[in-house]
């Protein structure tokens, strides 16, 4: 891919337009995650802005000690969220990813990001961009835990320290799609419409993501519950697909934009009040979607009926966000749970959709519990997509924290909002031994909910 092949957003001229709006204030230092464990300035929002900046007007090479600093970003957004002048950090880092995957030179090679195993470019390109082959994993990994082989492989050490070890290590139990509360209505993939079984409210699109939908059923299924007993049907369109965060943020704006087009075309023609998601980090991805990446490619698609890019991205919520300000919960019952739960902010929530607040709304739903912030959310666990993946270390670093903070809490549960970070956080606590359940604040609300048939 040549420089001149990216959308026109992602010109040099752009970036370097961008990049001159940092006044070199230096207030984000202290809210940058990377910048806290190593104190270089180059590991800094204010270093990097300057980095990308003087790359993208040809002032410094696009070297590999550049790719170093720019690789070990969590995307996290702090920055952004705290800078008093809105520079676009977001923009800024994934436009400068792109020009360095577009770029000629050799930096390919010597990226970390770019050493990958053969499983993960394989998983990337053929499961990620394709999560109906998710489903049709879900029987094998589902005979993996039930049978104990799960429990043989991990005490074995089989896996070593590769790169497989530590995604198997975070693998979940894996449910079936609507498996909910003992109910045997489960089948292997998500009916394409579940009617509201409450007063009817309104028609509502769920969006499944990909490795959530094989690893997280439960949150899936229990949004779909909420929802149809506050009221709404909910849509699950079958030719929905990745989010495209992953490709965006590693540079791949080419598939990125293919897979937005992809969603925007699943939902197109129903007449929904809003597409939920239940991963905050795709959720966000999904209002933030770009226009179709060239006029040749948009020539070569076919028009959207009535859902432009605008009208789908306006219509993507946090299922928190949505339950906040939902009808019909004048008719549900919600049995009490004397316990602390502690809720863990993703950034993509916390950061960029400014929706911290929502889950704590939600869970103040339950009689008797005691809802309370985690200690240090105001920084990345590491998670960062597949940031704990290339940057294992600095992402141990952080995660060390979370582990500590669950450790001094005394709570019994963790609810977050995000699949990643729960994953992440939830592999840790297994290792530690600490008996601390993460999970969505929607399942834990769904558990409490009394239904009356
Ligand atoms: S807070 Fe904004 S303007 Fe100040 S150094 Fe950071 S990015 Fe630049
Ligand atoms: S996105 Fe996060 S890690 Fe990257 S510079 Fe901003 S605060 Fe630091």
Not at 19 to 43: F, K, M, N, Q
Not at 138 to 159: A, D, E, I, N
Not at 351 to 372: D, E
Request: with cysteine; aromatic share 6%.
């Amino acid at each position: 891919m040549k420089p001149s092949d990216l959308p026109s957003d992602i010109s040099s001229d752009l970036l370097v337009a961008e990049a001159s709006r940092c006044v070199a204030c230096g207030l984000c230092l202290p809210h940058c995650p990377t910048y806290r464990i190593t104190l270089s300035e180059a590991d800094s929002p204010r270093g990097r802005i300057a980095l990308m900046g003087g790359v993208a007007s040809g002032r410094i090479p696009m070297n590999a000690r550049f790719a170093l600093h720019i690789d070990r970003c969590l995307t996290c957004r702090a920055c952004e969220a705290v800078c008093p002048n809105h520079v676009n950090y977001g923009k800024l880092v994934d436009g400068t990813r792109a020009m360095m995957l577009a770029s000629p030179s050799n930096l390919l090679k010597e990226r970390t990001v770019m050493r990958k195993s053969w499983f993960r470019r394989w998983a990337e390109s053929k499961l990620i961009t394709k999560p109906t082959r998710l489903d049709a994993l879900r029987p094998l990994v589902r005979f993996y835990q039930k049978t104990g082989l799960q429990t043989v492989v991990r005490k074995s050490g089989l896996l070593g320290e590769t790169g497989f070890a530590v995604l198997e290590r975070q693998l979940p139990h894996v449910d079936l799609p609507f498996a909910f509360l003992g109910k045997k209505r489960a089948a292997n993939t998500w009916q394409t419409v579940y009617p509201s079984t409450g007063h009817p409210r309104g028609e509502v699109g769920l969006f499944l993501g990909c490795i959530a939908r094989l690893t997280d059923a439960a949150t899936l299924n229990s949004t779909i519950f909420v929802l149809n007993h506050l009221g709404y049907t909910v849509h699950v369109p079958p030719t929905q697909t990745c989010c495209g965060a992953l490709h965006q943020h590693s540079g791949d704006v080419h598939t990125s934009a293919q897979l937005a087009r992809q969603n925007m075309k699943a939902f197109d023609g129903l007449n929904l009040r809003a597409i939920v998601s239940t991963a905050s980090g795709c959720g966000l991805q999904l209002t933030e979607y770009p226009v179709p990446v060239s006029t040749e490619e948009q020539r070569s698609e076919e028009p959207l009926q009535s859902q432009p890019t605008e009208n789908f991205s306006s219509k993507a919520m946090d299922i928190s966000a949505f339950l906040a300000t939902a009808g019909g919960w004048g008719d549900i019952q919600v049995t009490p749970l004397p316990h602390k739960i502690m809720v863990h902010e993703p950034c993509s929530l916390r950061n960029t959709w400014h929706g911290a607040a929502h889950p704590y709304a939600l869970l103040a739903r339950i009689p008797g519990a005691q809802v309370t912030p985690l200690a240090g959310n105001d920084q990345c666990c590491g998670a960062a997509g597949t940031y704990f993946l290339d940057q294992p270390e600095m992402a141990k670093i952080l995660l060390r924290d979370k582990i500590a903070a669950l450790d001094a809490s005394g709570a019994r549960y963790l609810a977050t909002s995000n699949v990643g970070c729960a994953m992440h956080i939830a592999g840790a606590l297994r290792d530690t031994g600490l008996d601390i359940e993460v999970l969505h604040p929607v399942t834990l609300l769904a558990r409490q909910m009394v239904i009356k048939n």
